[in-house]
T-cell receptor, first 109, second 120 residues
Framework: RKEVEQDPGPFNVPEGATVAFNCTYSNSASQSFFWYRQDCRKEPKLLMSVYSSGNEDGRFTAQLNRASQYISLLIRDSKLSDSATYLCVITGGSYIPTFGRGTSLIVHP | DGGITQSPKYLFRKEGQNVTLSCEQNLNHDAMYWYRQDPGQGLRLIYYSQIVNDFQKGDIAEGYSVSREKKESFPLTVTSAQKNPTAFYLC???????????????????FGPGTRLTVL
């Protein structure tokens, strides 16, 4: 089992839809969790940190489920500009970040 | 403005040549990282450095070398020993890695714009 796994998609949704991605991890000692956004041929940029209590930033909600070892990202009211690849990043006991391969989101009119 | 820069943006190399990719940050970050990204793939860690004059191998260090003589700079050399060097190379930095900070949470990584290396 890979350390960090994501469904590569693509998730193809209409504007205004709600879409959710999950990212599973294998190391139960993982300590920190992030979602990054990467646009085509650009560098990743931090979207959200994921806290144990969950966190929300506008249309974006991130949650952590330690029991089942996954994090999630929910996007409400999708915009065309949300089209991108979403990478989960998890730091385990080694303290070195491990990236998922990313989930591609395409929002269409 | 503080940030992290990489140069060049595009680099072409003939087989058998070594090339060095530049990475500079003025964020006063302790930790710096080099990643490689292939099409449709996630980022794979090549090398990382938590402090000046110290660095560690990541998951795919073979065929690469680094140095960390200054806090601001972490250049990556792609040697002729790297079998398939064509890729997108990303440099990142973070304030303080969890291993030395003692904090439970890791810190956000800031990325440079990347260098696209093509071997001809």
């Amino acid at each position: 089992r890979k350390e960090v796994e994501q469904d590569p998609g693509p998730f193809n949704v209409p504007e205004g839809a709600t879409v959710a991605f999950n990212c599973t991890y294998s190391n139960s000692a993982s300590q920190s969790f992030f979602w990054y956004r990467q646009d085509c041929r650009k560098e990743p940029k931090l979207l959200m940190s994921v806290y144990s209590s969950g966190n929300e930033d506008g249309r974006f909600t991130a949650q952590l489920n330690r029991a089942s070892q996954y994090i999630s990202l929910l996007i409400r009211d999708s915009k065309l500009s949300d089209s991108a690849t979403y990478l989960c990043v998890i730091t385990g006991g080694s303290y070195i970040p491990t990236f998922g391969r990313g989930t591609s989101l395409i929002v269409h009119p | 403005d503080g940030g992290i820069t990489q140069s060049p943006k595009y680099l072409f190399r003939k087989e058998g040549q070594n090339v060095t990719l530049s990475c500079e940050q003025n964020l006063n970050h302790d930790a710096m990282y080099w990643y490689r990204q292939d099409p449709g793939q996630g980022l794979r860690l090549i090398y990382y450095s938590q402090i000046v004059n110290d660095f560690q191998k990541g998951d795919i260090a073979e065929g690469y070398s680094v140095s960390r003589e200054k806090k601001e700079s972490f250049p990556l050399t792609v040697t002729s020993a790297q079998k398939n060097p064509t890729a997108f190379y990303l440099c990142a930095s973070s304030i303080d890695p969890p291993a030395t900070s003692g904090r439970a949470l890791g810190d956000e990584q800031f990325f440079g714009p990347g260098t696209r290396l093509t071997v001809l």
